[in-house]
């Protein structure tokens, strides 16, 4: 498995305002995700950050509300911009490892809250 | 139609039961089947992992995939309180996007 942690892990915040996350891993991969789970709902994939590369969007998702970082090969962060109540959500990143099985493990995820 | 169907529940068991979660899926290119389970307030934990058609076995946890019926099911026997949680089947194809259900409460009864 894969140990993952996210900062910060809750935040309120105002409307209007932005918010950057933080995800570090503790071993080297190349695959990085951001996910949104909304209140009461199951995930959903915002973009892959491969390092290397620019970060790929899923449908409904855009760069300049969601800029992705990748510096390297351990690290990520998600910035949620000009932030409105709709984007309460949990917001969790995941990894898969470069080797073997195809798996993904999730970090703990940051708990949004936008008034 | 959405790519995964999963039975939201919730779903209340005695002790020591078995329990049946299932999920259904659309998309014919889907070969990598997962289930997590995530407790309140936490992030989902990987409980199987399965490639392809067929069953895996872990401990009380087995994961069985049907490719030709597009339908995956977890079965957990002699459940546990502490096995009360929501469970999240996800499927990808080559692309390695997780598609996921929309999770099952489960609650274990003492």
């Known amino acids: 498995s894969a140990v993952i942690s996210q900062k910060p892990s809750r935040d309120i915040c105002q409307r209007g305002t932005s918010l950057t996350i933080q995800c570090q891993v503790d071993s080297q991969v190349t695959m990085m995700f951001w996910y949104r789970q909304q209140p009461g709902q199951s995930l959903t994939l915002i973009a892959t950050a491969n390092q290397g590369s620019e970060a790929t969007y899923e449908s409904g998702f855009v760069i300049d509300k969601f800029p992705i970082s990748r510096p390297n090969l351990t690290f990520s962060t998600l910035t949620v911009s000009n932030m409105s109540p709709e984007d309460s959500s949990i917001y969790l990143c995941?990894?898969?490892?470069?080797?073997?099985?195809?798996?993904?493990?999730f970090g703990p995820g940051t708990r949004l809250t936008v008034t | 139609q959405k790519e995964v169907e999963q039975d939201p529940g919730p779903l209340s068991v005695p002790e020591g039961a078995i329990v049946s979660l299932n999920c259904t899926y659309s998309n014919s290119a889907f070969q990598y089947f997962m289930w997590y389970r995530q407790y309140s307030r936490k992030g989902p934990e990987l409980l199987m992992y399965t490639y392809s058609s067929g069953n895996k076995e872990d401990g009380r946890f087995t994961a069985q995939v049907d490719k030709s019926s597009k339908y995956i099911s977890l079965f957990i026997r002699d459940s546990q309180p502490s096995d009360s949680a929501t469970y999240l089947c996800a499927m990808s194809g080559r692309a390695q996007k997780l598609v996921f259900g929309q999770g099952t409460r489960l609650t274990i009864n003492p």
């Open positions: 995941s990894v898969k490892r470069d080797r073997g099985p195809y798996e993904q493990y």
